[in-house]
């Protein structure tokens, strides 16, 4: 038996089938999958998220310690709420785990981390800031519930008090705020509009049902994985792990390289690779003939090499099946994948394959 969330009864009483997953016992599904995935693409669904790892950071060099953990910048982080998605890296350049941190004040920042990597994130966080005199503080008394779709935020917005619902209305993209006991976030993992919702874990139960009542769809971790799939956003031990650089993943843009004189972990290595002409592609996969792209096929370039897919699955959205893959480095746009001994034509895309609802691909 796994971790269980507050909300553990509440998914068997609607149904659910639950799964193990990164040590918890989650949703896998209501009873639709595709249906799920719909409900959020085109009206509002909601997951329970509780799972996820939510650690507060405060101290008078909070933010120097995030700046060497950290491969982005917090020093970017000006408006008080503002949010930055960002990888931790060791020495090597390899991924601990990729992560959101919010500015909440001069001297408090809040992380969010996978729910998998949680013990060996506290213990890398706790060992490297013992230098920095900060206070690292779990908040395992709280639940998150994620709330996406284009209808999502309208149909919170009435379960949040009315002293702070038209600012959470307001919250630009990436953006965080106190509201009471409620922290409310303009953020997500599939690829549409929506809040993340961090509260007491004793206030999840009335909040899902009074989302239910509002009209927003339970979804499971099923549907959560073919959206941010279709969204290109990458899922750690899948898309990438300690062993592969956020510059072979398709996360550069999430490297802050400005002021030159910022040491960060990994920074020397990821210099070292940032010019190598080798370094393999991270690239989305469009499935040409039938079949279902799936993690771990080979996929082989002509003349070039082999690389493998990282994560792949049939697209609700596209009606296509759909992946993302590292390559060896090159210039070309198509290649075979390996599907039980049969090589099948892949076309090469730019991502992401879906956002806000709109296929962004060619197909």
């Not at 940032?274 to 469009?286: A, I, P, W």
Request: hydrophobic fraction near 40%.
């Amino acid at each position: 038996m796994g971790n269980r969330t507050v909300l553990f009864d509440v998914h068997n009483e609607m149904g659910a089938r639950i799964v193990p997953f990164g040590g918890w016992d989650m949703p896998l599904h209501y009873g639709s999958q595709k249906e799920e995935h719909h409900a959020v693409r085109r009206h509002a669904g909601m997951f329970d998220v509780s799972h996820m790892t939510i650690v507060d950071l405060h101290g008078e060099r909070a933010r120097d310690f995030l700046r060497y953990l950290l491969a982005n910048d917090v020093a970017r982080l000006q408006e008080q709420g503002k949010a930055l998605y960002t990888c931790m890296l060791n020495e090597d350049g390899g991924v601990i785990d990729d992560l959101i941190v919010y500015f909440l004040g001069e001297l408090q920042y809040r992380l969010i981390v996978n729910a998998a990597t949680r013990e060996k994130d506290l213990a890398w966080i706790h060992r490297q800031a013992q230098a920095f005199d900060v206070t690292i503080q779990e908040r395992a008394e709280l639940a998150m519930l994620a709330v996406q779709g284009p209808k999502a935020r309208e149909l919170a917005a009435p379960c949040i008090d009315a002293e702070w619902r038209q600012a959470a209305l307001e919250l630009k993209p990436f953006h965080g705020m106190e509201a009471g006991d409620f922290f409310i976030a303009r953020t997500g993992y599939t690829g549409e509009d929506g809040w993340e919702i961090v509260m007491p874990a004793a206030d999840a139960p009335s909040l899902w049902d009074r989302l239910v009542a509002a009209g927003v769809q339970p979804c499971g971790l099923g549907a959560r994985d073919t959206l941010r799939l279709e969204a290109a956003m990458n899922l750690y031990g899948n898309d990438m792990d300690e062993t592969v650089s956020p510059l072979e993943s398709g996360l550069a843009w999430t490297v802050a390289w400005e002021p030159e004189d910022r040491d960060f972990i990994g920074r020397a290595a990821l210099e070292k690779q940032r010019n190598d002409g080798s370094k393999r592609r991270f690239v989305g996969l469009l499935l040409e003939d039938k079949g279902v792209l799936r993690g771990h096929q080979r996929v082989v370039v002509d003349g070039i090499g082999e690389g493998e897919i990282t994560s792949g699955g049939f697209s609700p959205t596209i009606g296509r099946s759909i992946a993302l893959a590292r390559l060896p480095a090159g210039n070309y746009d198509c290649a075979h994948v390996d599907i039980r001994g049969k090589l099948l034509n892949v076309r090469i895309v730019k991502t992401p394959f879906v956002r806000n609802g709109q296929i962004r691909i060619d197909v």
